[in-house]
């Protein structure tokens, strides 16, 4: 049977292993080795390069069309098998010889086939491993009677306990009518409940085979199918940039191609000359290499003798620092349909003291009007985002045989800004900042969280860090005002990753906010107006003003313990936080007194506020 889901979902919320609700059924989606051939390429040398894969597919598209052949989409498996009527309450463990086509499960037992509905618990290890709970054990494990603790008869019942007050899991139980065992839920989620009637981990997703499962040691876990923990996905993403080849141009490779007899005359031949592909042909044979990482390297050498070339380089590999070449260097880019950019002022107006200060801590502005991104998932976690040790690949254990990821490519726009490197390095080394980030760093050190925010802040949480993520979601909260698009279609994309070795790499200050969509033509360009002088000037002012004041203060401004592990310090939902799609840091590592500064921490904006309060014939400074 098919059901209908966007293909964007197929990587997140609903990408493999995870958990998928559709009208009163729940599913679960198939590893990308039950995919078979089906799917559609993505095109990114990049990202592949870094995960190691040799290409990325996106899932099948099945026709809307009424009229057009039926075709297979993504596989998708029933979980959990456990399933229960809501008007009899019967039990039942549905498999795939119950099935029927293009119909719900429905109850055998009642007239008017009611539909049946899925158990909520499920049980879940740390290595990934998924599967339903033992309802007929937990039913009959504390009758003390042995022949009753033997019973197999399917004659479970999940029945309501009336008499029991609020209607918390004491009131729930599961009962055996066949030897009249009976358990309620209560403590069903608390650690060591299933090992302590001696369930233990099978080892195996929902749609594996039973000879497919693999020997696990943990120890599971019940929860609710819906809990947060069930599923952490692991997505890569990359902007795609032209020149491929420009970020490193100054490598091994590049170099030993420009010293090539070959490589000079191919800059006086016009590159629809069939000489030129001769050329070109002749180049990649030689070395290895790529027709389009010659081309790039090309058009990067033309343009270094006309002086627009590269000016940030980026080791090879590095993708946010391959991207962050790409925004400074003001390239002619015009025809490009996948990277179109523009470097223009932050405002052209007659400049104040208010708007000096801003531009004086504002480098440079750079509009996207065309951007691809291209979003891949490798796998995902159970119970918490642990190491790449218990990573579960979306190929499971047919990696060798699957050599792709399942992935999207989505076009969009967006506004690139990046700060003044000078006056941060200056505000990063004052002591209260570096105080209060190092409280911070602590406690992400402690945190399960740790692993997948490292991957966002690097192995040392800079200021900056937490500075241009708070930044971005100022803005993106504000641009959701202006710009014609909902908050939940803008995205960030932070660059302020630290390096492992501090002299090997440029540092980054960089934030980018875009939109993209999965259709060919992108967006409609609303977020880059919002971008032209002088709208984002005042934008930015009003973001940071929008800052300076939460409806929660002060508990808000004052706070050092908020969201998990207590990850956030001056940020809640009124004044900082954004939809879960927008941030790459899940709502985490935030802190606007970095931003508008407060009695005892200096902001990085704090002087742009004071001038424009002080403009504003008030006496009101930052957050007291």
């Given at each position: 049977m098919q059901r209908k889901i966007r293909q964007s979902q197929t990587i997140v919320p609903f990408g493999v292993g995870a958990i998928f609700d559709l009208q009163g059924e729940s599913l679960v989606a198939c590893d990308t080795f039950r995919w078979g051939p089906r799917g559609e390429r993505i095109q990114s040398e990049r990202l592949a390069a870094v995960l190691g894969v040799s290409e990325f597919r996106a899932a099948p598209a099945v026709a809307s069309n009424a009229w057009a052949a039926p075709s297979a989409g993504v596989p998708y498996a029933r979980f959990p098998a456990w399933l229960f009527c809501q008007k009899c309450r019967r039990m039942t463990r549905w498999t795939r010889a119950l099935e029927q086509s293009d119909k719900a499960p429905t109850c055998g037992s009642c007239p008017g086939k009611k539909q049946l509905v899925p158990m909520r618990w499920i049980q879940i290890c740390p290595n990934g491993h998924m599967d339903d709970l033992d309802w007929r054990r937990w039913a009959h494990s504390r009758n003390t009677n042995p022949e009753a603790r033997q019973c197999q008869k399917d004659s479970l019942f999940f029945e309501s306990v009336s008499g029991k007050g609020a209607g918390g899991l004491d009131t729930l139980q599961v009962h055996c009518h066949s030897c009249h065992s009976r358990r309620n839920l209560m403590g069903i989620t608390s650690r060591g409940s299933l090992k302590s009637i001696g369930v233990t981990c099978i080892g195996r997703q929902p749609w594996q085979r039973w000879d497919e499962r693999a020997d696990c040691d943990e120890v599971p876990l019940a929860v609710q199918r819906g809990a947060s923990n069930v599923y952490f996905p692991l997505v890569h993403s990359s902007i795609e940039i032209p020149n491929a080849s420009r970020a490193d141009s100054q490598s091994e490779k590049a170099l030993a191609i420009k010293a090539d007899d070959f490589f000079r005359p191919l800059l006086g031949v016009s590159e629809e000359a069939p000489m030129f592909d001769m050329m070109v042909e002749t180049l990649v044979k030689a070395h290895d290499i790529t027709p389009e990482y010659v081309r790039g390297l090309v058009r990067d050498e033309k343009q270094r003798e006309a002086g627009k070339a590269t000016t940030v380089e980026a080791t090879p590999g590095d993708l946010l620092g391959e991207e962050w070449a790409a925004f400074l260097t003001e390239?002619?880019?015009?025809?490009?349909?996948?990277?179109?950019?523009?470097?223009?002022?932050?405002?052209?107006?007659?400049?104040?003291?208010?708007?000096?200060?801003?531009?004086?801590?504002?480098?440079?502005?750079?509009?996207?009007?065309?951007?691809?991104?291209?979003?891949?998932?490798?796998?995902?976690?159970?119970?918490?985002?642990?190491?790449?040790?218990?990573?579960?690949?979306?190929?499971?254990n047919h990696k060798k045989t699957v050599d792709w990821l399942p992935a999207i490519d989505v076009r969009g726009e967006g506004v690139f800004l990046s700060l003044d490197e000078g006056r941060l390095a200056v505000w990063e080394e004052h002591g209260a900042v570096r105080d209060r980030v190092l409280e911070l760093e602590k406690r992400l050190n402690a945190s399960f969280m740790e692993p997948r925010l490292r991957e966002r802040t690097g192995p040392v949480l800079a200021p900056r860090y937490v500075l241009l993520h708070t930044f971005a979601h100022l803005l993106i909260r504000r641009l959701a005002f202006e710009s014609g698009y909902a908050a939940t279609s803008l995205r960030e994309r932070i660059y302020a990753r630290s390096a492992a070795d501090p002299g090997g790499a440029s540092k980054q200050a960089g934030i980018l906010i875009y939109t993209a969509a999965g259709d060919s033509e992108g967006t409609l360009g609303g977020l880059v107006r919002q971008g032209e002088p002088p709208q984002l000037q005042g934008t930015v002012l009003e973001a940071l003003q929008d800052a300076m004041w939460c409806s929660s203060d002060p508990l808000c401004s004052e706070n050092l313990a908020s969201t998990f592990a207590s990850l956030n310090f001056a940020a809640c939902h009124a004044c900082t936080l954004v939809a879960e799609t927008s941030c790459e840091s899940g709502n985490y590592l935030l802190d606007r007194v970095l931003v508008v500064g407060s009695d005892k921490v200096p902001g990085f904006f704090q002087d742009v506020l004071d001038a424009a309060v002080e403009a504003a014939g008030e006496g009101i400074r930052g957050i007291s």
């Amino acid at each position: 049977m098919q059901r209908k889901i966007r293909q964007s979902q197929t990587i997140v919320p609903f990408g493999v292993g995870a958990i998928f609700d559709l009208q009163g059924e729940s599913l679960v989606a198939c590893d990308t080795f039950r995919w078979g051939p089906r799917g559609e390429r993505i095109q990114s040398e990049r990202l592949a390069a870094v995960l190691g894969v040799s290409e990325f597919r996106a899932a099948p598209a099945v026709a809307s069309n009424a009229w057009a052949a039926p075709s297979a989409g993504v596989p998708y498996a029933r979980f959990p098998a456990w399933l229960f009527c809501q008007k009899c309450r019967r039990m039942t463990r549905w498999t795939r010889a119950l099935e029927q086509s293009d119909k719900a499960p429905t109850c055998g037992s009642c007239p008017g086939k009611k539909q049946l509905v899925p158990m909520r618990w499920i049980q879940i290890c740390p290595n990934g491993h998924m599967d339903d709970l033992d309802w007929r054990r937990w039913a009959h494990s504390r009758n003390t009677n042995p022949e009753a603790r033997q019973c197999q008869k399917d004659s479970l019942f999940f029945e309501s306990v009336s008499g029991k007050g609020a209607g918390g899991l004491d009131t729930l139980q599961v009962h055996c009518h066949s030897c009249h065992s009976r358990r309620n839920l209560m403590g069903i989620t608390s650690r060591g409940s299933l090992k302590s009637i001696g369930v233990t981990c099978i080892g195996r997703q929902p749609w594996q085979r039973w000879d497919e499962r693999a020997d696990c040691d943990e120890v599971p876990l019940a929860v609710q199918r819906g809990a947060s923990n069930v599923y952490f996905p692991l997505v890569h993403s990359s902007i795609e940039i032209p020149n491929a080849s420009r970020a490193d141009s100054q490598s091994e490779k590049a170099l030993a191609i420009k010293a090539d007899d070959f490589f000079r005359p191919l800059l006086g031949v016009s590159e629809e000359a069939p000489m030129f592909d001769m050329m070109v042909e002749t180049l990649v044979k030689a070395h290895d290499i790529t027709p389009e990482y010659v081309r790039g390297l090309v058009r990067d050498e033309k343009q270094r003798e006309a002086g627009k070339a590269t000016t940030v380089e980026a080791t090879p590999g590095d993708l946010l620092g391959e991207e962050w070449a790409a925004f400074l260097t003001e390239l002619d880019n015009s025809d490009d349909p996948h990277f179109r950019t523009r470097h223009v002022e932050l405002a052209r107006t007659t400049k104040t003291e208010v708007t000096s200060l801003l531009a004086d801590r504002v480098d440079k502005v750079v509009l996207a009007d065309r951007l691809r991104e291209v979003r891949a998932l490798e796998g995902f976690h159970r119970v918490t985002p642990a190491g790449s040790d218990k990573l579960v690949s979306v190929a499971l254990n047919h990696k060798k045989t699957v050599d792709w990821l399942p992935a999207i490519d989505v076009r969009g726009e967006g506004v690139f800004l990046s700060l003044d490197e000078g006056r941060l390095a200056v505000w990063e080394e004052h002591g209260a900042v570096r105080d209060r980030v190092l409280e911070l760093e602590k406690r992400l050190n402690a945190s399960f969280m740790e692993p997948r925010l490292r991957e966002r802040t690097g192995p040392v949480l800079a200021p900056r860090y937490v500075l241009l993520h708070t930044f971005a979601h100022l803005l993106i909260r504000r641009l959701a005002f202006e710009s014609g698009y909902a908050a939940t279609s803008l995205r960030e994309r932070i660059y302020a990753r630290s390096a492992a070795d501090p002299g090997g790499a440029s540092k980054q200050a960089g934030i980018l906010i875009y939109t993209a969509a999965g259709d060919s033509e992108g967006t409609l360009g609303g977020l880059v107006r919002q971008g032209e002088p002088p709208q984002l000037q005042g934008t930015v002012l009003e973001a940071l003003q929008d800052a300076m004041w939460c409806s929660s203060d002060p508990l808000c401004s004052e706070n050092l313990a908020s969201t998990f592990a207590s990850l956030n310090f001056a940020a809640c939902h009124a004044c900082t936080l954004v939809a879960e799609t927008s941030c790459e840091s899940g709502n985490y590592l935030l802190d606007r007194v970095l931003v508008v500064g407060s009695d005892k921490v200096p902001g990085f904006f704090q002087d742009v506020l004071d001038a424009a309060v002080e403009a504003a014939g008030e006496g009101i400074r930052g957050i007291s």
